[in-house]
């Protein structure tokens, strides 16, 4: 869709291109699998290593997954995280024998400055439904988060909802989930939810923060009732 760039004013400038190609309206019928994606870094920090793990939906059993590892062409500037990472996480995503149905990213989708977090670029770029799940907020304001599993309150910025500040698990710190492309905000957090178990974080990105770090993937959890 565009040259990678080399420098943050050509990041910003491709963001603000694409933020009007996002789709926020839910176009998934029946998922069946869902991918989480996470990046980690090797050599002091000059090698990116993607982790792609896809699990069977509702099941949450791993049934692919691809590791990728690339030189680092682009620096760490907050809200330009997906020109660091996305170049590898393409790679590895080429690298599936059962694409998924949706990605869960580790990172903002809708919830961005631009409006256009990793989940939405990359979203752009596969044509795969994805959201962003991010453990920490990057922008917007919210009324005091939730305590109960599966509550939520609107996440704002300048009168528009760009997200959810979600409780998965009562007494650990909320996620914020946004939309990222082809999926509305609802759809998002039912899909979270249907992927978080016992554990704060959902599955897809545990198992793939567990192969990109130690090369395993971790046992299947137990659904909470």
């Given at each position: 869709?565009?040259?990678?760039?080399?420098?943050?004013?050509?990041?910003?400038?491709?963001?603000?291109q694409?933020?009007?190609?996002?789709?926020?309206?839910?176009?998934?019928?029946?998922?069946?699998?869902?991918?989480?994606?996470?990046?980690?870094?090797?050599?002091?920090?000059?090698?990116?290593?993607?982790?792609?793990?896809?699990?069977?939906?509702?099941?949450?059993?791993?049934?692919?997954?691809?590791?990728?590892?690339?030189?680092?062409?682009?620096?760490?500037?907050?809200?330009?995280?997906?020109?660091?990472?996305?170049?590898?996480?393409?790679?590895?995503?080429?690298?599936?024998?059962?694409?998924?149905?949706?990605?869960?990213?580790?990172?903002?989708?809708?919830?961005?400055?631009?409006?256009?977090?990793i989940?939405?670029?990359?979203?752009?770029?596969?044509?795969?439904?994805?959201?962003?799940?991010?453990?920490?907020?990057?922008?917007?304001?919210?009324?005091?988060?939730?305590?109960?599993?599966?509550?939520?309150?609107?996440l704002?910025d300048?009168?528009?909802?760009?997200?959810?500040?979600?409780?998965?698990?009562?007494?650990?710190?909320?996620?914020?989930?946004?939309?990222?492309?082809?999926?509305?905000?609802?759809?998002?957090?039912?899909?979270?939810?249907?992927?978080?178990?016992?554990y704060?974080?959902?599955?897809?990105?545990?198992?793939?923060?567990?192969?990109?770090?130690?090369?395993?993937?971790?046992?299947?959890?137990?659904?909470?009732?």
């Amino acid at each position: 869709m565009h040259p990678w760039p080399t420098t943050a004013d050509e990041a910003i400038a491709i963001q603000e291109q694409l933020r009007s190609q996002v789709c926020t309206v839910n176009e998934l019928d029946t998922v069946q699998t869902v991918a989480g994606v996470d990046v980690g870094f090797e050599q002091e920090n000059t090698i990116a290593r993607a982790a792609v793990v896809v699990l069977r939906y509702p099941e949450l059993e791993p049934i692919d997954h691809a590791l990728a590892r690339q030189p680092v062409t682009f620096p760490y500037i907050p809200g330009l995280l997906s020109f660091r990472e996305s170049p590898v996480v393409l790679d590895a995503l080429a690298q599936l024998q059962h694409p998924p149905d949706v990605l869960i990213c580790d990172g903002q989708g809708l919830a961005h400055p631009r409006r256009c977090g990793i989940a939405c670029h990359l979203g752009l770029l596969t044509n795969i439904p994805a959201i962003g799940c991010a453990k920490s907020r990057l922008i917007g304001q919210h009324d005091p988060p939730p305590v109960e599993r599966g509550d939520w309150v609107a996440l704002t910025d300048q009168g528009e909802t760009i997200g959810a500040v979600l409780c998965t698990r009562q007494g650990t710190r909320p996620l914020y989930v946004s939309p990222g492309h082809r999926i509305s905000l609802e759809r998002s957090i039912a899909l979270v939810l249907g992927c978080t178990t016992r554990y704060r974080l959902p599955e897809t990105t545990r198992m793939a923060h567990n192969l990109a770090s130690h090369g395993v993937l971790p046992q299947r959890q137990q659904r909470l009732c």
